[in-house]
């Protein structure tokens, strides 16, 4: 069974850089034909698809943030990253990490950051 | 990308089916049949729900079930329970960004 499980601070400055990692168990990360995804969900509103890599490295960004975001991999580690930087009070969020297949079946737990100063 | 677009709320009382609709555009829901659907309850990652328009993961109740027609997806929930009242979420692959985007969310109330 894959579990995912997000860590990383849950305050961050404004214009700082937001820093997550998502690590998996029970399955390699460069096993099978996976993309590996963040989504991030504000208190009280709807989903956000933020981008997502492949195990070869390759990364698709969602077109509203990619300026912002860098995902990144660490095989070795099973794990995968997120980088938000410039980050503002409209960044604080619930920030999930999820195994995607064109549709996402394994999801982690979440992790709130909230950006304040 | 913009969101695709889902009712902001549905009901329906125990026993009888709702369907919740995804509006999108030829460059995701109708162009790709990667439509994905996601329940979600207050507190709780998202479930997912179906993938590819239809499938159904292992586990999920067969009162589940998706549907497409051109640019819109469908979610019947059959036999309504106390239970299937949370927020869902559609989800397709976009060719906009080579990546994914999703629905605003639709509440369901069972009354």
């Known amino acids: 069974q894959v579990q995912l499980q997000e860590s990383g601070p849950g305050l961050v400055k404004p214009s700082q850089t937001l820093s997550l990692t998502c690590t998996v168990s029970g399955g390699s990360i460069s096993s099978g034909s996976y993309y590996w995804s963040w989504i991030r969900q504000p208190a009280g509103k709807g989903l956000e698809w933020i981008g997502r890599i492949y195990t070869s490295g390759s990364t698709n960004y969602n077109p509203s943030l990619k300026s912002r975001v860098t995902i990144s991999v660490d095989t070795s580690k099973n794990q995968f990253s997120l980088k938000l930087s410039s980050v503002t009070a409209a960044d604080t969020a619930v920030y999930y990490c999820?195994?995607?297949?064109?549709?996402?079946?394994?999801w982690g737990q979440g992790t709130l950051v909230t950006v304040s100063s | 990308q913009s969101a695709l677009t889902q009712p902001a709320s549905v009901s329906g009382s125990p026993g009888q089916s709702i369907t919740i609709s995804c509006t999108g555009t030829?460059?995701?829901?109708?162009?790709?049949?990667?439509v994905s659907w996601y329940q979600q309850h207050p507190g709780k990652a998202p479930k997912l729900m179906i993938y590819?328009?239809?499938n159904r993961p292992s586990g999920v109740s067969n009162r589940f079930s998706g549907s497409k027609s051109g640019n819109t997806a469908s979610l019947t929930i059959s036999g309504l329970q106390a239970e299937d009242e949370a927020d869902y979420y559609c989800s397709s692959y976009t060719s906009s960004s080579l990546g994914m985007v999703f629905g605003g969310g639709t509440k369901l109330t069972v009354l």
């Open positions: 590819e328009v239809s």
């Open positions: 030829s460059s995701d829901v109708g162009g790709y049949n990667y």
């Open positions: 999820a195994r995607d297949y064109m549709a996402f079946d394994y």
